[in-house]
């Protein structure tokens, strides 16, 4: 137990156990976090690429909506302290998008407009943990949230969640992505409070 | 790389900045110095071991004491508690410094424009700060948008500052003192193309508010001719 802080009592409406990792609050709202301006690319020039498999493979827009997608009700929590129960998307699974991918890599770097990363274990990405969201609440991605289309990794921090992204990179070694070589933990597993170096 | 560890933290001073923005200064013995424009997280623990833990921007230059520059939300947990209830010698905890990206180094010669909206203007005292104590000599313009005067953060401080290459400049949004001369608008391309730096100066930028003053201000800054890659956000979401 940390230091007592005399007069505090706290609010402590702080929902269901089970659903709020450690030093999480709940919020209805949906704070935006990004570290520079919001791109806008537009969807005629947008592309969704894997590369480092075997061959590097591309979607355009309307092929990746063509792909079977899948409506996902998930809690989302921010590493700035704020979860947020039952948001609802819609996208495609990136099982379904390394079905067309031949390759034996173990991270993914996640690429994306305006030259964010984040890297992940590819098993963070596979077993339907993951997907590449375009709607979200029934409507289309709005950019400031990361439209047109957004990694989607609800089980962690969502930082992880590459806003503006463009593609996954295959790799064989975890190669820390843009908030992991600025202070913020390689994995980032809200469950264990992964939230910086050395967590 | 090693944790970084819960600190204690006592509170040293308190000064009100404005009605609902007061500055808390700590001594955290163990504290390993920050950059400006870094950020800590509070931890307060109540009597029955409930813990409640936020995000806060860093007020003081590297090398001062850690000051924390706090605005109250009126729906928040943390915030209130730390606007209005705070004294002298009252304890918590914090543990930082954090983030790599939205800094600013005092021996970095490009110039910087500044550029924040109410309470994002903490993040941006600390580099003002660490420029005027590093004695930096890069040129640092300050674009400050803020409800009324009585609402503007660091009023005294920022009247102080200006001179050898640091300039503030004011504007105000809803409601303006006789005799205003300064800018009386929302910050848009035309208020931006006359403040900020011409974009062949390759200047480095810094945003912190809310998320429309922040897409406002990057978004008019890219349509100026900035590269966006010269432009850091930090965006203020609800964070109580």
Not at chain 2, 75 to 85: F, I, K, N, T
């Amino acid at each position: 137990m940390g230091i007592i802080s005399r007069g505090f009592s706290g609010r402590r409406q702080d929902g269901p156990p089970d659903r709020v990792p450690p030093g999480q609050y709940l919020t209805d709202d949906f704070p935006v976090l990004s570290a520079g301006p919001t791109p806008h690319t537009p969807l005629e020039e947008w592309t969704f690429s894997i590369q480092g498999g075997a061959e590097p493979v591309t979607w355009t827009w309307e092929e990746l909506r063509a792909l079977p997608s899948e409506t996902i009700s998930k809690d989302i929590h921010c590493v700035t302290k704020w979860s947020k129960l039952d948001t609802n998307w819609e996208g495609v699974s990136i099982d379904t998008l390394l079905e067309a991918v031949e390759h034996d890599a173990e991270y993914v770097v996640a690429f994306c407009d305006g030259g964010y990363t984040t890297n992940l274990p590819l098993e963070d990405v596979t077993d339907g943990k993951a997907w590449i969201a375009y709607g979200y609440d029934g409507e289309p991605l709005e950019p400031e949230h990361g439209g047109p289309a957004r990694l989607l990794v609800p089980h962690l921090y969502f930082w992880k969640s590459a806003k503006w992204v463009r593609g996954l990179s295959l790799r064989e070694e975890d190669e820390p992505g843009f908030w992991e070589s600025n202070g913020y933990h390689l994995r980032g597993d809200p469950w264990q409070e992964q939230r910086y170096w050395g967590d | 790389m090693g944790r970084l560890a819960w600190l204690a933290a006592e509170v040293a001073g308190a000064k009100w900045e404005t009605p609902r923005v007061r500055t808390l200064e700590l001594e955290v013995p163990g504290w390993p110095d920050h950059r400006a424009g870094q950020h800590l997280d509070v931890r307060l623990t109540a009597e029955d071991g409930y813990q409640a833990q936020r995000s806060y921007s860093i007020a003081s230059a590297p090398g001062e004491p850690v000051a924390l520059t706090v605005e109250r939300l009126d729906d928040g947990e943390v915030s209130p508690y730390l606007v209005d209830e705070a004294r002298e010698g009252d304890g918590f905890e914090v543990r930082g410094p954090i983030g790599g990206y939205f800094v600013w180094e005092p021996g970095d010669p490009a110039p910087v424009l500044l550029v924040g909206g109410g309470s994002g203007v903490i993040p941006l005292m600390a580099m003002a700060r660490s420029r005027a104590l590093a004695g930096g000599s890069a040129p640092m313009r300050l674009l400050y948008s803020s409800r009324s005067l009585e609402d503007v953060i660091y009023r005294e401080e920022l009247e102080t500052l200006p001179g050898g290459g640091f300039e503030v400049v004011h504007t105000l949004t809803r409601e303006r003192p006789p005799g205003w001369t300064g800018y009386s608008r929302r910050i848009d391309r035309e208020l931006l193309a006359e403040v900020a730096w011409p974009g062949e100066d390759e200047p480095k930028v810094f945003v912190c508010g809310a998320t429309r003053f922040v897409d406002a201000a990057a978004d008019g800054l890219v349509a100026l001719g900035y590269d966006p890659r010269w432009i850091r956000t930090e965006r203020f979401g609800a964070t109580g």
